[in-house]
């Protein structure tokens, strides 16, 4: 049984940082790729990045591109978010997951079916 659990959410100022942290328990990185979704109130969940197979491509989406990094720590099995130069819109529940990948995953990643497996999510609130 794969288990998610999130950390390092928080309420930071504009253009501040934050980390967050993602241990997956009874998960194998070989076969499967991680991403960190969000969600703000009232609105779809998106996809904001993700790491292809523990380690190797990771995609992001234009809207935290070359300010938000994914990351992922084999050895612990650990996602991590690193997030920049944080604004306002960034508010958010943001969620881990986790799901089988091939190939086509550049153009999978951000679709919620794909992950079979979610953290509960951490709240990420940021003030101007």
């Known amino acids: 049984q794969v288990q998610l659990v999130e950390s390092g959410g928080g309420s930071v100022q504009a253009g501040g940082s934050l980390r967050l942290s993602c241990v997956a328990s009874?998960?194998?990185?070989?076969?499967?790729?991680m991403s960190w979704f969000r969600q703000a109130p009232g609105k779809e969940r998106e996809g904001i990045g993700s790491v292809y197979r523990g380690g190797g491509t990771s995609y992001y989406a234009d809207s935290v591109k070359g300010r938000f990094t994914v990351s992922q720590d084999n050895g612990k099995n650990t996602l991590f978010l690193q997030m920049n130069s944080l604004k306002p819109e960034d508010t958010a529940t943001y969620y881990c997951a986790a799901g089988p990948c091939g190939w086509s995953w550049f153009s999978e990643w951000n679709n919620t079916d794909e992950h079979n497996f979610w953290g509960q999510g951490t709240q990420v609130t940021v003030s101007s």
């Open positions: 009874g998960y194998t990185s070989s076969r499967n790729c």
